[in-house]
């Protein structure tokens, strides 16, 4: 039967920027192996099924796939699902409660429909964490890290910032660099990666502060074990940024906001916002939000 499907450029205001994203609007009937096999087909990170809602007060029940395996969640399927199903109900701004394999997640959205010769329909939204991060008490060497990146071992750590285990739905590891120079020269040896660090998660979130432009942080993804090489934006790990912002920084009570950067070295320039909110030097919860632009749309005859 026909499925309509939609594309998305997601953390991005603009069409070949961010992360891309496809959607399948009429997931109804396919089974977990199908799925699967669509996914491969569109060959991007992550693939979204839409499908009815288990409890009807909510908008839609989604499920993530990446090219290797099912997702509990992930925040660019998330920005771009909540943007395209507020756009397909012509809301222009609202609260949309979408259903994920790790429970309900909040999303507050705002759309911009295509208006005529005007560009594409395009949008933002901001969703609330689904779950508290934490940090694994794992002890991770700098020179494991360093092997594992092609890098030298006075590359990793800045401050206080070490390599660490942190969780907030998806494990990574995240491994502070020294400077914009260190990123860039990155290169992940999987071999090394498996051997050393492979026992702490299928992904590396590499993270230095901006020295140069106007985010807070650049950062960049590498996951071999998730089926991507390098990740334009990762929605999920920056959920679990602010616990690795505390076990390094002393934050004060309050709210605070961060501006995470992404995907430069790709040439998918991408933009996370981070929000989070600190209470007795504990933080309380976090929110990712970011724009997501409509690609392309179409039919799979499946």
Not at 263 to 290: C, H, N, W, Y
Request: hydrophobic fraction near 45%.
């Amino acid at each position: 039967m026909p499925r309509r499907y939609v594309t998305l450029d997601v953390f991005t205001s603009r069409p070949f920027g961010g992360n891309p994203l496809a959607v399948v609007l009429d997931a109804q009937g396919l089974d977990d192996a199908a799925m699967q096999q669509i996914t491969r087909e569109f060959n991007v990170s992550e693939t979204v099924f839409v499908l009815p809602p288990k409890n009807p007060a909510n908008r839609a029940r989604i499920r993530i796939f990446t090219v290797a395996h099912e997702m509990p969640f992930a925040g660019h399927p998330t920005v771009g699902a909540a943007v395209l199903l507020a756009l397909e109900d012509k809301l222009a701004k609202g609260t949309l409660r979408i259903e994920e394999t790790i429970g309900t997640i909040t999303c507050e959205v705002a759309t911009q429909p295509a208006d005529k010769g005007a560009g594409p329909r395009k949008g933002a939204a901001v969703f609330t964490a689904p779950r508290k991060g934490e940090l694994e008490s794992v002890d991770i060497s700098r020179a494991a890290c360093a092997e594992a990146l092609s890098l030298d071992e006075s590359d990793i750590g800045f401050d206080a910032h070490r390599p660490l285990v942190a969780n907030a739905g998806v494990p990574f590891l995240f491994v502070p660099l020294a400077n914009l120079t260190a990123l860039a020269r990155a290169r992940p040896d999987e071999a090394a990666f498996i051997a050393s660090l492979g026992g702490f998660g299928e992904a590396l979130y590499l993270y230095t502060l901006d020295e140069e432009g106007d985010a807070d942080f650049r950062a960049r993804m590498f996951s071999p074990g998730l089926g991507t090489e390098e990740d334009p934006a990762t929605g999920a790990a920056a959920a679990a940024f602010p616990w690795v912002l505390l076990d390094a920084e002393n934050r004060v009570d309050g709210h605070h906001k961060v501006r995470i950067d992404q995907g430069f070295e790709m040439g998918r320039p991408s933009r996370i916002d981070l929000g989070f909110t600190v209470k007795g030097g504990q933080v309380q919860g976090a929110t990712i939000g970011g724009g997501a632009v409509v690609v392309a749309e179409g039919v799979l005859h499946i």
